[in-house]
């Protein structure tokens, strides 16, 4: 298992710096050294088969109680004792809309520094009809901690574009870096093309592998505080050092106060995503009164309404 893993990310890390070659020289030394942590992450000190005792394993053909799930695929997962509590399609690959930007979070808050610096390029100008943006311009000054919460609260497509050119130098690099991570967490039926989740065919993941990665992004605090927030103001400047300032609030209904978590179990907070081909998503992490905590899933469901129903239904079963 270890030779397969460290042949895939040798593979990966090559393609990174074949490209890398062709990139301003002020990413290689970046780079470089983002590609490196990753290698020794995944080596023999580090245990990689860690699934039988660290996580929840669904096993092929399993299925759960998932009669009153109509969504595509649904999951709910306890953290505390590693228990599949409900599956359904769980190992199905289908496109994860803005749930992408969980991995885009844990990469850029593991491989970059929140302080830096960022000034905001072309790569922000998105124009797909119905894009969730932050409304951050070429020119803009942030920091990469407020580009996270402009990725995470409003779901800003364009601050997914400039952290990933800042991080890598180029939206391809930076989702060869997602790919890399989600690999080395062991989830292998993902594939992403971009940091924000606009539609590609060849961008998809499935229920277990967001699982997987969800669970890795809560050990960050800097991760939870993102998505626990329910709003947020960011004061940046513009291209002509003029103060700007926005407020962002959180997509998530269960953080916003739109909806009501079931009794007996407190948010923590998670990240939605919508498109035409992804349906409406959503990933949560819940808190119970003895402070368990629980990953849970909704992918592709007919609309935001149904979504919230869905999850609230599902995650009940962690208290009744």
């Known amino acids: 298992m270890m030779a397969v893993i460290l042949a895939v990310f040798l593979t990966v890390a090559g393609c990174a710096h074949t490209e890398a070659e062709h990139k301003e020289t002020d990413f290689s030394e970046r780079e470089d050294a983002v590609w490196q942590r990753i290698l020794e992450s995944s080596g023999q000190d580090q245990q990689v088969d860690t699934f039988s005792h660290e996580l929840c394993v669904i096993y092929g053909g399993e299925a759960g109680p998932d009669s009153q799930v109509e969504a595509e695929a649904a999951a709910v997962f306890s953290l505390d004792s590693q228990k599949?509590?409900?599956?359904?399609?769980?190992?199905?690959?289908?496109?994860?809309?803005?749930?992408?930007?969980?991995?885009?979070?844990?990469?850029a808050i593991r491989y970059g520094n929140l302080s830096d610096v960022v000034t905001v390029g072309e790569e922000a100008v998105i124009t797909e009809a119905g894009a969730s943006l932050c409304k951050i311009n070429p020119g803009d000054t942030l920091t990469l901690e407020q580009l996270l919460y402009g990725l995470m609260l409003p779901s800003g497509n364009d601050a997914g574009a400039a952290i990933a050119?800042?991080?890598?130098?180029?939206?391809?690099?930076?989702?060869?870096?997602?790919n890399a991570e989600a690999h080395r967490l062991g989830a292998t039926d993902t594939h992403f093309t971009n940091p924000h989740g606009l539609h590609d065919e060849n961008h998809y993941t499935t229920a277990y592998d967001l699982y997987l990665i969800f669970q890795e992004a809560l050990k960050e605090p800097v991760f939870r505080s993102l998505i626990g927030a329910p709003s947020y103001t960011a004061r940046y400047t513009d291209p002509d050092g003029n103060p700007k300032e926005q407020t962002w609030k959180n997509s998530n209904k269960y953080i916003n106060g739109d909806v009501a978590m079931p009794e007996g179990l407190l948010a923590i907070g998670g990240k939605t995503g919508t498109t035409n081909a992804a349906g409406s998503c959503l990933i949560m992490g819940s808190l119970d009164q003895e402070q368990h905590e629980y990953i849970s899933i909704i992918m592709k469901s007919a609309n935001r309404n149904q979504l919230y129903d869905e999850m609230t239904n599902i995650i009940q079963k962690v208290v009744n």
């Open 165 to 178: 050119v800042h991080i890598s130098g180029s939206i391809e690099a930076f989702s060869d870096l997602m």
């Open 84 to 107: 599949v509590v409900l599956q359904k399609n769980a190992m199905e690959r289908l496109y994860p809309a803005s749930m992408t930007k969980v991995l885009t979070a844990l990469v």
